[in-house]
């Protein structure tokens, strides 16, 4: 197995700063470079001399018209060699360990999935250490593993609490590390998907972003002036307290009206199986609301609404610059996305900004990949970012 890979130390903070601006945003010019860090041209080059020299920047061809004359000596722009390292990523579902190899941008080279027959942690580290092992194998220059999973983690390192698990003080990276000799981090799977479009996705470059996760149940992320807001409550429940409609539907888990008895798969099933009798998958009901059939196009109608209301409260609030819906459940909105837009519109100021809202059906891949982003963040931060 594997070795654990050194991190980008030791590099000064300008020389780090340097480095993750052309990971996160390029191949870009070094006069772009010296604008998005406020530097002098010479202080740009103090600081990008010793990255080029040790090949952690490389200079590449600038793309032009064919043809192009360029007047004067040419500044190629710098880059990072995306496949120069690898990265594992897992998501840890109740029945299922999702794997992807990415690279150091979080490009997807690999999937590989195996069955979760055991929540026993020994056997679940057992699992992702044989994991690591078949992706080693095609991706032999691995630098770190990242773990998400749907709960309570604390320090990168111990899942506190997982309901899918039953799991309670775990310490699933060292138990990992053991097995495999990697670095490993661990975090709840909402916080490593927003960590992963706040770098390389959805919300790069921007200040003010949120995330919003619909499937078994709803995730929240917030990230302020660039960094992600850790909250005590993550995944302990979000969307259950949040009322959005006070007359709406009581299901088993979540208060009356809440965003998790309106918005969540397995609420909306519910409704569907209580009020009919018959058990429907999500994406049938869907289907079957697109054709107007009563019941479902009334849930689905209703569920839309809801998560209009809870985009323009969330918009209200916290005036951000882009929200990124994600997650199995966003389905409604290629059903129901008018009824979605006049919920927000309802409940926003008329003069508000327009909210740049963006879709994104996340497959469990995905999330695997935002796994992945942490261990990138480890090796490129020299420590695993809280």
């Not at 060699?81 to 190899?101: C, H, N, P, Q, W």
């Not at 299901?251 to 009020?275: E, F």
């Amino acid at each position: 197995m594997a070795a654990g890979a050194a991190s980008w130390l030791p590099l000064s903070p300008g020389e780090r700063s340097v480095a993750i601006e052309v990971l996160v945003h390029g191949p870009l010019s070094r006069t772009e470079l010296a604008r998005r860090l406020d530097l002098s041209a010479g202080s740009l080059t103090r600081l990008t001399k010793p990255l080029i020299e040790s090949g952690l920047l490389v200079e590449v061809p600038e793309a032009g018209p064919p043809g192009e004359v360029r007047q004067g000596r040419p500044s190629l722009p710098l880059d990072v060699v995306a496949d120069s390292r690898s990265f594992l990523g897992f998501k840890i579902t109740e029945d299922m360990v999702y794997g992807v190899v990415t690279t150091l941008r979080s490009d997807i080279v690999a999937r590989y999935d195996r069955p979760l027959t055991s929540h026993d942690p020994d056997e679940v580290a057992d699992l992702l250490a044989e994991m690591t092992t078949e992706l080693t194998r095609g991706h032999p220059r691995l630098a770190g593993i990242g773990i998400g999973v749907g709960g309570l983690v604390q320090d990168r390192a111990v899942v506190d609490e997982s309901p899918f698990l039953q799991w309670r003080d775990v310490p699933l990276a060292r138990l990992v590390e053991q097995r495999t000799g990697l670095p490993v981090v661990v975090e709840n799977d909402v916080a490593a998907l927003v960590e992963a479009e706040s770098w390389f996705g959805a919300g790069r470059g921007l200040d003010r972003f949120v995330v919003l996760t619909i499937g078994a149940g709803i995730g929240y992320g917030l990230v302020l002036g660039g960094e992600r807001v850790p909250y005590a409550e993550e995944d302990r429940g979000f969307g259950r307290h949040w009322i959005l409609s006070p007359d709406g539907p009581l299901t088993p888990d979540g208060r009356r009206g809440s965003a998790v008895s309106l918005l969540t798969i397995p609420s909306i099933c519910y409704q569907i199986r209580a009020a009919t009798g018959r058990d429907l998958p999500y994406d049938e009901i869907l289907a079957l609301a697109a054709e107007d059939d009563p019941m479902p196009a009334r849930v689905v109608d209703e569920a839309a609404r809801a998560l209009g209301t809870l985009v323009a409260q969330i918009s209200n609030f916290v005036l951000p610059q882009k929200i990124l819906l994600a997650g199995e459940g966003v389905g409604l909105m290629d059903v129901a996305a008018k009824a979605v837009e006049e919920a927000i519109r309802v409940n926003r100021h008329p003069l508000a900004a327009p909210l740049d809202l963006e879709t994104k059906v996340s497959d469990f891949h995905d999330w695997a990949r935002g796994a992945a982003v942490l261990a990138i963040q480890v090796l490129v931060l020299g420590t695993a970012r809280a």
